[in-house]
């Protein structure tokens, strides 16, 4: 039931797929860790609107399923005039709904810093901003690159997402290749490869990552 | 003696010369080629046979579908068959006993057609079926009864009219799997169709203004743009899948009888309005 010979009848499909699909989780990871972090922050800071806001923003997109999250963009900002494409739409998604766990990752990684290291960095003089950025953040990270290279792995996964939204991943091409040969274990099964193509080294990367933190902290 | 009895053997000739002329303007199917005149006669009955059988029990029993939008679709509420197909078989009831609910509907699937039609159980088949060469070897088809084939759906106004206004750069909707995407990416050089699960979600992205174009079977678009009368089926069709009307092989009566009901409501304009009430719009131009 395996055969190769599909991966290189439709290499063309298979190639575009996973490109694309790399293009959508590379935008979605560095997307998501900036705004996850810039909504820990939010959730954290004393000011107390924005740690609603925060607290909003990742209630709501934790909590909603990442196709409707998707939807919003692809359906549903065309009804204000905006028509974002599939691939557009569905990184957007992406983006915003790993972010919220990302969010909570970082705060959680902040809260591990004891309490005791921003009092004095506050004493010392420095803003908010500064204790964050120079005293509290830097040691944080090195919590939650764990937790946060799970949601990466999650992310890369969860951007079949596309899909559906015909965003021309992976996961669309899979479904093509699957009606136009009804090869359907084979040509999911080539997928599952190129997938992995992906996330093994992602997976492989923070574990050396993890290491030489754990070395220098 | 031998003039007497060359002369009703030359009466039994020109019966049958006559026979087998009527039997060849009416679409020649009968196996008699005119050498004895009992055969051709019987060949003759034959034909009649089936609308002789329909009068007879008083009713017509047409195979169409009971899951097919705009055909023939089962009302889950009230049990009622309606649709285009459904129509039809009321007019030809009508034509045929004189009365439109003369008429027993069976459900027949794409599947099941052909067999309960050769085995009786159903007089005609009239239910989306597309004229083929392969079929016409195992049943005989009435003229063109719908025009089907792929076809363009899109929003009213829009500035695509036809085929021809579609460009590599046009955004075209479609489901995956379907040969209608073929048919189209093969007409237009460099197209590249967006795909989706289902038709449903095709028309949800057209209506969201993903794309500009949705194609497909006409029948099916024809549907969509009924569930929102904002989109309209443009162009006619550019693939040819004709429906006819199918009997039982050698049923040639019945055949000129459903030909000639599908003239007379041509003319008399019945045709266009019952494609009009299923449709949404009037029938394209011959």
Same mark, same amino acid.
Request: proline share 0%; charged share 15%.
């Given at each position: 039931m395996i055969d190769f010979a599909l991966l290189f009848d439709y290499s063309e499909e298979y190639m575009e797929g996973l490109r694309n699909?790399?293009?959508?989780s590379l935008i979605a990871l560095a997307g998501s860790f900036m705004l996850g972090t810039i909504v820990a922050v939010l959730r954290m800071t004393p000011v107390r609107p924005l740690r609603w806001l925060g607290r909003a923003y990742v209630e709501f997109f934790r909590n909603i399923p990442l196709l409707l999250v998707v939807y919003i963009f692809f359906l549903g900002l065309p009804a204000l005039g905006i028509i974002l494409s599939g691939?557009?739409?569905? +990184?957007?998604?992406? %983006?915003?709904?790993?972010s919220a766990y990302i969010a909570e990752a970082i705060r959680a990684g902040i809260m591990a810093v004891p309490a005791g290291q921003s009092e004095a960095a506050r004493s010392s003089g420095l +803003?908010?901003?500064? %204790?964050?950025r120079h005293v509290v953040l830097p040691q944080a990270i090195k919590i939650v690159v764990p937790p946060i290279s799970n949601q990466f792995l999650n992310l890369v996964k969860n951007s079949s997402i596309l899909g559906v939204v015909s965003g021309f991943d992976l996961m669309y091409y899979a479904d093509i290749v699957n009606s136009e040969t009804y090869q359907t274990v084979n040509a999911l099964f080539m997928a599952a490869l190129l997938y992995l193509l992906l996330t093994i080294p992602l997976s492989y990367a923070t574990r050396l990552l993890e290491k030489r933190l754990a070395r220098t902290g | 003696?031998?003039?007497?009895?060359?002369?009703p053997f030359t009466g039994i000739l020109l019966v049958?010369?006559?026979?087998?002329?009527?039997?060849?303007?009416g679409g020649n199917s009968s196996g008699g080629s005119g050498g004895e005149g009992t055969?051709?006669?019987?060949?003759?009955?034959?034909?009649?046979?089936?609308i002789a059988k329909i009068k007879e029990r008083g009713k017509l029993v047409a195979g169409v579908k009971y899951d097919t939008k705009l055909f023939g679709l089962k009302d889950p509420g009230t049990g009622v068959v309606e649709g285009f197909d459904v129509d039809m078989a009321k007019a030809l009831a009508k034509k045929l006993i004189g009365d439109e609910t003369k008429l027993e509907l069976k459900e027949v699937t794409s599947k099941t057609r052909m067999p309960m039609l050769n085995n009786g159980e159903i007089d005609l088949i009239i239910a989306t079926m597309t004229i083929t060469e392969d079929r016409k070897k195992e049943v005989d088809f009435s003229d063109v009864y719908f025009k089907a084939g792929q076809s363009l759906l899109v929003k009213k106004g829009s500035p695509i009219r036809s085929i021809d206004d579609v460009t590599a750069d046009t955004k075209v909707l479609g489901v995956k799997g379907a040969t209608s995407i073929k048919n189209i990416e093969e007409k237009v050089d460099g197209l590249r169709v967006q795909q989706y699960e289902n038709y449903q979600e095709a028309f949800t992205a057209l209506r969201a203004g993903q794309g500009e174009v949705l194609t497909t079977d006409n029948a099916i678009l024809f549907g969509m743009s009924q569930q929102d009368p904002n989109y309209e089926v443009v162009g006619?069709?550019?693939t040819d899948e004709p429906y006819g009307?199918?009997?039982?092989?050698?049923?040639?009566?019945l055949v000129e009888a459903v030909n000639e009901l599908l003239k007379e409501m041509k003319d008399s304009g019945e045709y266009a309005k019952q494609y009009e009430k299923w449709m949404g719009e009037a029938p394209p131009a011959e």
């Open positions: 699909t790399l293009y959508a691939f557009v739409s569905g +990184t957007i998604g992406l %983006t915003v709904y790993t +803003t908010y901003i500064q %204790t964050m | 003696m031998k003039q007497r009895q060359g002369k049958c010369m006559l026979l087998v002329l009527s039997a060849c303007g055969v051709t006669g019987g060949a003759g009955e034959a034909e009649s046979g089936i006619g069709t550019f009307i199918a009997v039982k092989k050698g049923e040639t009566g």
